[in-house]
């Protein structure tokens, strides 16, 4: 190659009038060679040191020494011996000094570059020599990405110096090879007591140990009081028996298979289980740890502990980043592969998900589950999506504990001087399968037949402190004697016949809270607020300041809802904001987050107000008064999945606000599939966890087409069970209004999915009087008021936004015979509130679900399942016909399908099955 490539190919003469131009001005060159002039440390006061008489070719030769340092520092780690189970990949070029024009005979040569690595004018032989001992050894560093100069020499130097370090003193040795006995010794114990039951076993990177003890007193020491930690399976148990302190006996209940204190806990299994503990460092320092729950879908925790993390910083901390942390533990084919951890790290640095770095620990296999990792990932790196943030990442040999405990030490002092993430990529390897009963040497034979004679972690380091003189055979033997008669101890308190706690995680969070019970949902309590309380809400959220110059249309929207309230007519928007101004004067904070939420996708909410020259920024949210809880409202990311589990994540840390997330387009959602699936739905059977988030899902047929129109409302009611969430279709601005508070207002917490409307936000009917805030709570069921009971033929319950059509259809044809009635919570089923109205209407003899989703869609299927239990009505169905996309392309169809089910409604013959034609592609 070459030899001056990494010059950019340059001559000697070209680069030595490059620096002679450079010392006249640093700015008349390029950036770049700007950072390699001085960044090197080779600048004026090193060519005044060369002697007079030296040619300009020994002079050159300086520079090549010097592109050999920079070689080392950026690309170093491909050269290193981090990999304890396989040969590293070859890479090119290397770092042979023939590729930077240097030859054997400058070995002996003493260069002044030697000055740059802090030895002094060394020769080059010794400036190789110490090159090789930093950058490629058992540690390695990619740092010279950082477009920070100051962040890239403070890495330089710290990592420069590790070399340097002092061995550790005999106690700190101890404690390392105790952790590092526990974390070997309790997985050993598990495979031989519990013979072929699944554990997901650390061994092979037993050092993960160490390192996360490492971190958490290195973490007390720089005055972090609270870690969340998020992680898979992989070496979980381990992780909460020694580092959590779970006691032995629970986990080894577990492993019995023994019942839940609670009958109708259902659990979940041992390894995804979560966990809360506070411990002593041993510096004396009180650290809250927290491990949250997780399920199999990898990675999804990232997003909730990161949500979670943010919510102890504001409420516990007064948001100084300093005091908590997040750490994730990820796998290597996980971090690669997941879409998710790209979206949490984009979202890192932005000012509504920041949590103030997060700590990445890498436990890499180099295989996921049976997939090498050439076939796992196009990058060199599992890590590599670092990259994306310009985060340091380490590389460490897993075998050697004193390097991971080094390079632990160094990334959380990263942490918190930058406030940024930090990679560190544990390389070691999976003793067995994906879990004890697979078979790994079916597709990595080659691996395994080296794991196999390889010694594990805790052995080599055994090997390590006998050889230095630091411990003897008794000694090691005594230390395994004794942890193992304690594990044996708790083994045997198992047989006793009680049954495994089932304490739920964040207990201490959720004390003054109560699990629900069927009765909660028979009626919503009491939501009003005094009426001259709202009026006065109302004047302080619709005013502008008059010394600010606003947009006209912004300006004519304020004047438009001072307008509503003098004519008794609250809009959508107006009902929203005053929720939400209503709970923060009571000292309950409100977040929202989502795609477009601080204007609103449909342009009502106008949550923030830019100047119409300036962009300066009004939030008339945050001037309720003196003593308001704090409002925050974001526009994310274009992200549904990490975004909705970061909200998720928020909303557990903080029961006693209200948090919101938002999508675009009601549909959206789906993109955030496996929170709704995982936690929001399940998380209270699995885990007794419970959440009070609110997802606003726009939803409504107005011709948008196949991908704006449902908020695939039958996907959530499928998964209603056991009081496990709440669907509501609201259709009044008060109503909504009345179920935001009632959030707050009950004693638990429950997940709150709202079909929230769009063409409703200026519907003229969609309006509410002041009083119907300051009275009474969420109504379940809304009767008819048009009509008289005596005279109904045909009972029609619908849900949502089709209300309206269907009412301005009735005016129409006068048909007030047919009643609608409105469903607007669809579960929990308000069931005595239905059975009320059937018995109101006991004249009627055609009982109709009407709604304007295809048929199996929307609410009818979920409906129909209902009232084969418990009613005795026969109930039939007006929808368009099954469809497999939610809505036709074409507006004019759509219009026309949409009037087919109108007129359907109010033909008071027999309904008919409507058919599905003019098909957008026959038309």
């Not at 890495?155 to 420069?160: A, G, P, V």
């Not at 929202?592 to 204007?599: I, K």
């Amino acid at each position: 190659m070459d030899s001056y490539a990494y010059l950019g190919g340059l001559t000697p003469e070209s680069i030595e009038g490059l620096y002679h131009q450079y010392i006249t001005d640093p700015t008349s060159v390029d950036l770049s060679w700007q950072r390699f002039f001085e960044g090197f440390g080779f600048a004026r006061a090193h060519y005044d040191l060369l002697p007079s008489d030296q040619s300009s070719k020994e002079f050159l030769k300086e520079f090549k020494v010097l592109d050999l340092i920079y070689a080392y520092r950026q690309r170093g780690h491909l050269f290193t011996q981090t990999n304890p189970v396989r040969e590293r990949r070859k890479y090119t070029p290397n770092l042979d000094i023939s590729n930077f024009g240097l030859i054997p005979s400058d070995l002996n040569t003493v260069f002044q570059a030697g000055n740059e690595l802090g030895i002094g004018p060394a020769t080059l032989q010794q400036i190789i020599d110490r090159l090789t001992s930093i950058y490629c050894q058992h540690i390695g560093i990619e740092y010279m990405y950082i477009r920070d100069p100051e962040k890239v020499g403070w890495l330089k130097r710290r990592f420069e110096l590790l070399v340097d370090q002092p061995v550790f003193e005999k106690e700190k040795r101890k404690h390392i090879l105790s952790k590092l006995l526990e974390a070997h010794g309790f997985e050993k114990y598990l495979h031989k007591k519990f013979v072929g039951q699944k554990r997901f076993s650390l061994e092979g990177g037993e050092s993960l140990l160490p390192a996360l003890e490492l971190a958490i007193e290195k973490g007390a020491e720089l005055s972090i009081e609270e870690f969340v930690i998020g992680m898979a399976h992989r070496g979980r148990l381990n992780v909460l028996a020694n580092i959590f302190h779970k006691p032995y006996k629970q986990i080894f209940k577990e492993f019995e298979g023994l019942s839940y204190e609670d009958i109708k806990f259902d659990g979940d299994v041992k390894y995804h289980m979560g966990y809360n503990s506070r411990i002593t460092t041993s510096t004396g320092k009180v650290v809250s740890l927290n491990l949250l729950p997780n399920p199999s879908h990898l990675e999804t925790v990232g997003s909730v502990s990161s949500g979670l993390c943010r919510a102890f910083i504001e409420q516990k901390y007064e948001s100084d980043f300093s005091k908590a942390a997040t750490i994730l533990i990820h796998g290597d084919a996980a971090i690669a592969g997941q879409g998710i951890v790209y979206e949490l790290i984009q979202m890192s640095k932005l000012s509504g998900y920041h949590t103030g770095g997060t700590i990445h620990l890498i436990v890499n296999n180099q295989v996921g589950f049976t997939t090498n990792y050439l076939e796992g990932r196009s990058s060199t790196y599992c890590t590599d999506v670092a990259k994306v943030i310009l985060s340091p990442v380490f590389h460490v040999n897993a075998d050697d504990v004193e390097a991971v405990i080094k390079v632990v030490e160094l990334a959380i002092e990263y942490r918190q001087r930058y406030r940024e993430d930090v990679f560190i990529d544990l390389l070691g390897y999976r003793k067995h399968g994906h879990n004890e009963g697979d078979e790994p040497r079916f597709t990595q034979p080659k691996l395994y037949q080296a794991i196999d004679k390889h010694p594990n972690p805790y052995q080599i380091y055994i090997d390590k402190l006998l050889g230095e003189g630091i411990f003897t055979d008794d000694e090691i033997r005594e230390m395994d004697k004794m942890f193992n008669q304690k594990l044996d101890d708790n083994l045997n308190q198992t047989q006793k016949p009680d049954k495994s706690e089932s304490k739920p995680f964040l207990h201490e969070l959720y004390r003054s809270f109560r699990a629900s019970v069927l009765t909660d949902f028979v009626k919503s309590p009491e939501t009003g607020i005094k009426e001259s309380k709202l009026l006065s809400l109302l004047d302080r959220i619709n005013a502008l300041p008059a010394d600010k110059q606003f947009n006209r249309k912004v300006e004519k929207i304020f004047a438009d809802r001072k307008d509503m309230v003098k004519a008794d007519k609250l809009d959508w928007a107006s009902g929203e904001l005053l929720a939400y101004a209503s709970l923060l004067e009571e000292g309950i904070p409100v977040r929202l987050s989502g795609q477009d939420s601080v204007r609103g996708t449909f342009s009502h909410r106008h949550a923030i107000i830019k100047m119409g020259n300036t962009e300066e920024e009004y939030k008339p949210l945050a001037h309720i008064s003196d003593k308001q809880a704090p409002f925050s409202v974001y526009n994310s990311l274009l992200s549904e999945y990490a975004v909705m589990g970061f909200d998720y994540g928020f909303a557990l840390g903080k029961p006693n606000g209200l948090s919101i997330w938002e999508a675009q387009f009601g549909d959206f959602n789906n993109g955030a599939q496996i929170i709704i699936d995982q936690y929001l739905s399940s998380a209270e059977d699995k885990w007794k966890v419970q959440n009070g988030i609110v997802l606003l899902l726009p939803h409504g047929y107005e011709g948008q087409g196949a991908e704006h129109s449902s908020a695939r409302l039958e996907r959530f009611l499928s998964l209603c069970a056991e009081q496990n969430i709440q669907v509501v279709n609201c259709t009044t601005p008060a109503n909504f209004f009345h179920v935001l508070r009632r959030q707050i207002a009950r004693p638990f917490r429950k997940p709150l999915v709202v079909m929230s409307p769009k063409s409703l936000l200026r519907h003229p009917e969609c309006v509410s009087s002041i009083k119907a805030f300051s009275q009474g709570g969420f109504k379940e069921v809304i009767d008819d008021e048009e009509v008289n009971p005596k005279d109904v033929k045909r009972l029609v319950f619908c849900s949502g936004k089709f209300y309206y059509n269907m009412l301005e259809q009735r005016r129409k044809n006068k048909a007030y015979s047919v009643a609608l009635v409105r469903l607007e919570q669809l579960f929990p089923f308000p069931k005595e509130q239905v059975l009320a109205i059937f018995e109101k209407y006991n004249k009627a003899k055609d009982f109709i679900w009407a709604q304007e989703e295809p048929e199996n869609m929307g609410a009818w299927g979920y409906v129909l399942r209902i009232l084969s239990k418990g009613f005795d009505k026969s109930m039939q169905v007006i929808a368009e016909p099954a469809s497999a996309s939610p809505a036709a392309g074409s507006f004019k169809i759509a219009a026309q399908r949409h009037q087919a089910i109108l007129q359907e409604v109010f033909n008071m013959t027999e309904p008919k099955k409507l058919e599905k034609k003019n098909k957008i592609a026959q038309s």
